[in-house]
Nanobody
Framework: QVQLVESGGGLVQAGASLTLSCAAS????????MAWFRQAPGKEREFVAR????????YYADSVKGRFTISRDNAKNTVYLKMNSLKAEDTDVYFC???????????????WGQGTQVTVSS
């Protein structure tokens, strides 16, 4: 198990950038695939991006490809989501997730953070 705490959400204008952080507990952080999801009220949670334990492999949802970048710093047990060219439709609660499985981290990860709100005004 790993505990995850997100930060960095807020209110920004359309076209702006924002970087989310997710701090993880534990000494085996680099063995976990990490992912970001987002969820709007009344909608299903949506996969955004994931990164391998070493950081050498990333994968993005089509809706954010080219605008969002996932990265990690294993020395700091932290994963980041850099969001550029934000749109009103990016307004959601963003969740960090972790799993040992590359497939499961994109679908039903075993570990979740509490979420951080991102609001983009148009």
């Amino acid at each position: 198990q790993v505990q995850l705490v997100e930060s960095g959400g807020g209110l920004v204008q359309a076209g702006a950038s924002l970087t989310l952080s997710c701090a993880a507990s534990g000494r085996t952080f680099d063995t976990y695939y990490m992912a970001w999801f987002r969820q709007a009220p009344g909608k299903e949670r949506e996969f955004v991006a994931r990164i391998s334990g070493s950081g050498g492999s990333t994968y993005y949802a089509d809706s954010v490809k080219g605008r969002f970048t996932i990265s990690r710093d294993n020395a700091k047990n932290t994963v980041y989501l850099k969001m550029n060219s934000l749109k009103a439709e990016d307004t959601d609660v963003y969740f960090c997730a972790a799993d040992a499985s590359a497939l499961r981290v994109r679908t039903t990860p075993n570990n979740w953070g509490q979420g951080t709100q991102v609001t983009v005004s148009s």
